[in-house]
């Protein structure tokens, strides 16, 4: 939290008297214009009801009962129907695309409305960010790795700062990428690399040169790592968002990869042309509720268009450009095979072949995920893109 940056304020009766403090949200919401003082004496049932009616509650308890609290909220948001068929089984959807169109604009606005709810338990902070609450964790490392240094008062929500714990934590012991036989360390904010199997076609598929590559939205670096450890001489990596831009630089330099692995900012692709151009976009055409979602969402393809759209012109003569791809989107309905293939085509581009491989990720065999139809019938693949 720059000294500089420009925050807004909340503002709160408490003791007779008007208070205010900084806001902080990292989904960037405004602060809420309804807010109540609570404590240890608040029951669950009654934090739900206001919650869910848009107010929010200052924590003035043990922080242990507000984490606990919490828990309560979610279990209340959680709360499902349970619709039975005449044999007294669970209903369940048909898999049609169309419904499962429909399953997937539900469970989005479930999950932007159950964060919004339980976003609105709210903490104090001290300046350097500290809690000022009874059995409160020091959570003043894990707050200026994201934020900075706090020079001020202010007030974020509870589920929010436990997200920033979560995330310092996996900072701290990295994902093991077996391909790589090395950690990665995602910073907060940037795509963790625990889906492997993407990692894994990178790692199998045949190199057409090992001079120089392109490695474009490179995150926290593991696909730079990984060409780099393959043999290729030269590796420039590109992002525009500063988080990933610091967790590739700090990746890289822990693997001790720096002399072959350069990291820049740009947007999409750095000067120049290479015989391999990599790419792992966002895979699911949707808007982000939060900046944290950048990574997982791509509003109207904007990133695969850019990157296809770009590629002939960066590619030396024989080179490839290597597309990591999911179709999770084509069984949800939000984008066909057709279209992706009319967007190479009119990109001059051309298809030399495709590897393909099925997730391994715990919710590809949860039947009680509202989108387990589409996450079954999933691949991800490495498409093996040219110059006309």
């Known amino acids: 939290m720059s000294p500089?940056?420009?925050?807004?304020?909340?503002?709160?009766?408490?003791d007779g008297a008007e208070r205010s403090a900084l806001w902080h949200s990292e989904?960037?919401?405004?602060?809420?214009?309804?807010v109540v003082v609570a404590d240890d004496q608040m029951a669950a049932d009654t934090a739900y009801r206001l919650a869910s009616e848009g107010t929010a509650l200052l924590w003035r308890g043990d922080f242990q009962n507000a984490r606990q609290l919490l828990q309560a909220m979610a279990r209340r948001v959680d709360r499902k129907p349970?619709?039975?068929?005449?044999?007294?089984?669970?209903?369940?959807?048909?898999?049609?695309?169309a419904s499962l169109t429909e399953a997937f604009h539900k469970h989005r606005l479930a999950q932007s409305q159950r964060a919004r709810t339980l976003g609105m338990l709210l903490l104090p902070f001290e300046a350097g960010h500290v809690v000022p609450l009874r059995r409160a964790p020091d959570v003043h490392e894990a707050?200026?790795?994201?934020?900075?240094?706090?020079?001020?008062?202010y007030v974020a929500s509870m589920r929010e700062l436990l997200g920033l714990i979560g995330a310092y934590e996996?900072?701290?012991?990295?994902?093991?990428?077996?391909?790589?036989?090395?950690?990665?360390?995602?910073?907060y904010g940037v795509f963790s690399p625990v889906r492997g199997e993407y990692i894994e076609l990178v790692?199998?598929?045949?190199?057409?040169?090992?001079?120089?590559?392109?490695?474009?939205?490179?995150?926290?670096?593991?696909l730079a790592a990984l060409l780099a450890q393959r043999g290729v001489k030269r590796?420039?990596?590109?992002?525009?968002?500063?988080?990933?831009?610091?967790?590739?630089r700090e990746n890289i330099a822990r693997l001790g990869l720096d002399g072959q692995v350069e990291i820049i900012e740009a947007d999409m692709f750095p000067a120049g042309r290479a015989p391999l151009i990599v790419c792992n976009p966002p895979w699911v055409p949707a808007r982000p509720s939060s900046p944290i979602e950048h990574a997982v969402f791509d509003p109207e393809s904007r990133m695969l268009h850019a990157f296809l759209n770009g590629l002939a012109a960066h590619l030396e003569p024989g080179g490839q450009g290597w597309l990591i791809l999911s179709d999770f989107a084509e069984h949800l309905g939000l984008r066909s095979r057709e279209a992706l293939l009319g967007w190479i085509d009119a990109a001059g581009l051309k298809v030399l072949g495709r590897s393909d491989i099925r997730p391994r990720h715990p919710?590809?065999?949860?039947?009680?995920?509202?989108?387990?139809?589409?996450?079954?019938?999933?691949?991800t693949s490495l498409w093996r893109l040219a110059a006309k």
């Open 143 to 153: 707050c200026e790795q994201v934020h900075g240094p706090a020079e001020a008062p």
């Open 4 to 14: 500089n940056a420009t925050l807004p304020t909340i503002n709160w009766t408490e």
């Open 203 to 222: 790692a199998k598929e045949a190199l057409p040169s090992t001079a120089l590559a392109f490695d474009i939205g490179t995150g926290t670096g593991v």
């Open 82 to 97: 349970q619709r039975k068929t005449r044999e007294g089984a669970k209903a369940k959807a048909p898999a049609g695309q």
């Open 27 to 34: 989904a960037g919401l405004p602060p809420p214009k309804r």
């Open 363 to 379: 919710k590809s065999t949860d039947a009680e995920d509202p989108l387990f139809a589409a996450r079954k019938a999933e691949v």
């Open 170 to 187: 996996w900072r701290k012991k990295g994902v093991e990428i077996p391909v790589l036989g090395e950690r990665i360390h995602p910073w």
């Open 235 to 248: 590796v420039v990596g590109t992002d525009q968002d500063a988080r990933a831009l610091g967790c590739a």
